[in-house]
């Protein structure tokens, strides 16, 4: 531990996001002995990490300005453009030697956006969303999909370990978009899926437990029904993945498909499920899709 903060402690690294992931995130690259900056839109999301030791910066262009490595753990495109754009915008502090991260979960097409916008500067960049929601993040499990130059994914590997225990190198930037966006489908078909056929069960007279006693004793036993299974027995649902994140996945895979051509029959259908109930339950965990079939 002594020797690794040793290691760590010549790269500045800035954190923008303290939301349902930035915070556990930020929290591991701190534990690894990292010096972190944090910046947040509402600053009293902050107060954890400044408490566990963290420097607070007030604007994005100031923690780029003094930070040689820049997280994103950002919602989506809007809170991207946000964060880089304007007098105070994160692009005003970049300059050669530096390097962006963006882990939030995005289009390949909006990252070749910002891949242009951040490398005009001279800075590096970076393209990697995550696998693995709340829990993997607090426990430092999450898979990290990177994509760019090689090389430079290589000279991150310290900080990548700091927040998860895979790096997959998916390619060239943007790659590691397209791989989530591809994962992100296949969890809400798949959690639509779990929801109807507990559904089935229940309007059969089936008790929930017993449902899910067969499903965790066969083949589908798996670890994300697993995560999902005291919310379907108690009919509450916390976020940790939120469904409003879910719903934009899966748009933000159809559009894929449309610019691949790519076919997506379930995920059309998924998507649209997902849409139907965002009024409802945004704010909710994504395995809120089960009240959609009551
Ligand atoms: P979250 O809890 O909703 O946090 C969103 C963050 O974005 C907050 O820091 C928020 O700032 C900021 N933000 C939103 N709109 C903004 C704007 N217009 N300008 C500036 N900042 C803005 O999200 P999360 O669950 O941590 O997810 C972050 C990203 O990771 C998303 O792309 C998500 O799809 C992806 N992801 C999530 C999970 C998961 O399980 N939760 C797993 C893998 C990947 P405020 O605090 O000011 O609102």
Redesign the pocket.
Known sequence: MIKRRIKNMGEKIGF????????PMAKNILNKGYDLTVY???EE?CALLKEAGANICGYPSDLARDCDTVIL????P??????LGGSEGLLKGLAKGKCVIN????TPEYTEKINAEITITGADFIDS??????KP?EDAQ?IILASGDKDVIESKENLFLAMGKKIVNCGEAGKGSAV?LAN?MLLGIMMSGFAEAANLAESSGVSTETFLDVIFSGPLNNFLFQLKKDMFINEDFP????F???E??LRFAQKLADDTGAESHLGKLTASMFKNGLSRFAEED?AAIKKFYK
Not at 16 to 23: A, K, L, N, P, S
Not at 78 to 83: G, K, Q, T
Not at 103 to 106: C, D, F, K, N, R
């Open positions: 923008i996001g303290m939301g349902i992931m930035g915070v947040n839109r509402t999301k753990m950002l919602t989506g809007e809170a991207i453009d946000n964060v882990m939030s979960t995005v969303p995550v696998s693995g929601s709340k993040a999450l989530k992100n976020p940790q993945f939120p409003k994140h879910m934009k996945d994504v």
